[in-house]
């Protein structure tokens, strides 16, 4: 146990499969939460077979998994169930990803929970929350996002949306959300009130933060779809393909960073038309603007354009493959390489937050 972690001393019982919960338990563990996952017996978190499986898991499970220590229990059997209620005893928290009712049917519900254990914090993860019509539904991150109108807004130029390898409703919507609720119950727990049922929607998680199309609709003009100001309806907020076929991100957002960034070009005769300077968002000459960026950007190479910019504080940085940031200075802290006996050699990215005394 690291004593020096915000969360030694807490006990999780984790009953989630798949991607959000798991996340949220890791970020516990990492935290210095004791956490115990709790499995069936036969296949056990369908994420183990998800991918290439190398030695005995997926590196799916290996990525979400870090820092637990595993059990198998058969919720459906009566001795196995006594056995984790008197788990439930000791924990501070269970977290659990069935679809609404399920933990009832098992009866391991949040009433007999809290008989055994008052101080316990439960979570429930699930798609569109415990109640309401489409608590029933089945869904995934595609589901979630497109009911949100947050896929809606993540399209090109052509429209279609494209699909987010950062899983947004899983990720921002499931883990992130249930990590919220979770610590929000412990605080008032350890200032002596009573456990709490956390209950995430993943659904509603995202459309409380699809803040910037709310803002559209508020001003009575929200944006189509690719020319919205963070989604290409701007050309000092967009991406540019390089002569190599690689891509710069340029987030010149302030009028400071594009003046900056105009000098890097050199071509200083694009610094009045900044969308600060009244260029409409989305509009005919945002859209030839980003056009002669295209071009410009389209001269050089990847290496080349990074080199230009190294200097200038402008923000205009190079897009990384996932192998190149994992080797990059910038994550140097957080990245290592592992072998495992069971696991295999595998890239690790540690938590991110840090916690000095």
Known sequence: MNTELPLSGIRVLDLTRLL???????????????VIKIED???????????????????FFVAVNRGKRMMRLDLKDAAHREQLLAMVETADVLVESFRPGVMDKLGLGWHTLRERNPRLVMCAISGYGQHGPYALLAGHDINY?????????????????????????????????????????????????TGRMVDVSMTAAVMAHNIMPLVGVNNGAPAAPGRDLLTGGVPC??????ADGRYMAVGALELKFWQGCCDVLQRPDLKPRHWQLGQQVGGEDAMALRAEL????????????TEAFADADCCVTPVLRTEEALQHPL???????RMHDTEGESWSVAQPVRFAP
């Open 20 to 34: 959000p919960g798991p996340v949220a338990t890791m970020h516990l563990a990492d935290m210095g939460a004791e």
């Open 41 to 59: 017996p036969g296949p056990g978190d369908y994420a183990r077979a998800m991918g290439p499986v190398r030695n005995e898991v997926s590196q």
């Open 145 to 193: 996002i497109g009911y949100a109108g947050m896929l809606d807004q993540n399209a090109g130029a052509d429209g279609v949306p494209a699909l987010p390898n950062l899983q947004v409703g899983d990720l921002l919507g499931g883990a992130q959300s249930a990590l919220q609720g979770i610590l929000a119950a412990l605080v008032a727990v350890k200032m002596g009130g």
């Open 237 to 242: 907020y967009n991406v540019y393909r390089t």
């Open 294 to 305: 295209d071009a410009v950007f389209a001269a050089r190479t990847l290496a080349q354009w």
């Open 331 to 337: 994550f140097r802290d957080i990245v290592s390489r």
